[in-house]
T-cell receptor, first 111, second 112 residues
Framework: DGGITQSPKYLFRKEGQNVTLSCEQN?????MYWYRQDPGQGLRLIYY???????QKGDIAEGYSVSREKKESFPLTVTSAQKNPTAFYLC??????????FGPGTRLTVL | QKEVEQNSGPLSVPEGAIASLNCTYS??????FFWYRQYSGKSPELIMF????GDKEDGRFTAQLNKASQYVSLLIRDSQPSDSATYLC????????????FGKGTRLSVIA
């Protein structure tokens, strides 16, 4: 099956803990993205990558980090510097920067 | 001025009616426009994209673009209760090679 997978579906973080959200795609897309969605809000861009080993900050990159070592994978680390990380995290991918397709999302909750 | 603006709703329409969802954008150079549907607790799914002025139809959905007025809309004909969701408008700024910018979405409720 072709598509975008995210894991885990639900994630709980303790104060001061770093956590990593996984995003994998087998669509051969060049570009990958991470968004955050808070209740009743639109999507806000955290980081994006248009090519392997390169990525750019989005509008709300503080407290997050990413890597793009493989075309298929774009993991997001939520660090302890992110003070309000409870949100729905969405990964997307596309050919260049055209139509984006989304994974199923990871819901992160701080305990 | 926000880059992409949508009325948050809720927009309520009776079953079988036409639902009209509107979106305005601030970057006059924007070239590509997208509509996504998001059910509660789920990720967005692409409904339509439009690049040229005018109308684009796909089944019960019609996207309308007016670049002079910086306005893009989505019409849903014969609305069904299963169309009840939040509809997100997204725009590629400028000439491209930049990520999508999303509006906050309009919540649509189709009443049976």
């Amino acid at each position: 099956d072709g598509g975008i997978t995210q894991s885990p579906k639900y994630l709980f973080r303790k104060e001061g803990q770093n956590v990593t959200l996984s995003c994998e795609q087998n669509l051969n897309h060049d570009a990958m993205y991470w968004y955050r969605q808070d209740p009743g809000q639109g999507l806000r861009l955290i980081y994006y990558s248009q090519i392997v080993n390169d990525f750019q900050k989005g509008d709300i990159a503080e407290g997050y980090s990413v890597s793009r070592e493989k075309k298929e994978s774009f993991p997001l680390t939520v660090t302890s510097a992110q003070k309000n990380p409870t949100a729905f995290y969405l990964c997307a991918s596309s050919y260049s920067t055209d139509t984006q397709y989304f994974g199923p999302g990871t819901r992160l909750t701080v305990l | 001025q926000k880059e992409v603006e949508q009325n948050s709703g809720p927009l309520s329409v009776p079953e079988g009616a036409i639902a009209s969802l509107n979106c305005t954008y601030s970057d006059r150079g924007s070239q590509s426009f997208f509509w996504y549907r998001q059910y509660s607790g789920k990720s967005p799914e692409l409904i339509m994209f439009i690049y040229s002025n005018g109308d684009k139809e796909d089944g019960r959905f019609t996207a309308q673009l007016n670049k002079a007025s910086q306005y893009v809309s989505l019409l849903i004909r014969d609305s069904q209760p299963s169309d009840s969701a939040t509809y997100l408008c997204a725009v590629i700024r400028g000439s491209g090679n930049t990520p999508l910018v999303f509006g906050k979405g309009t919540r649509l409720s189709v009443i049976a």
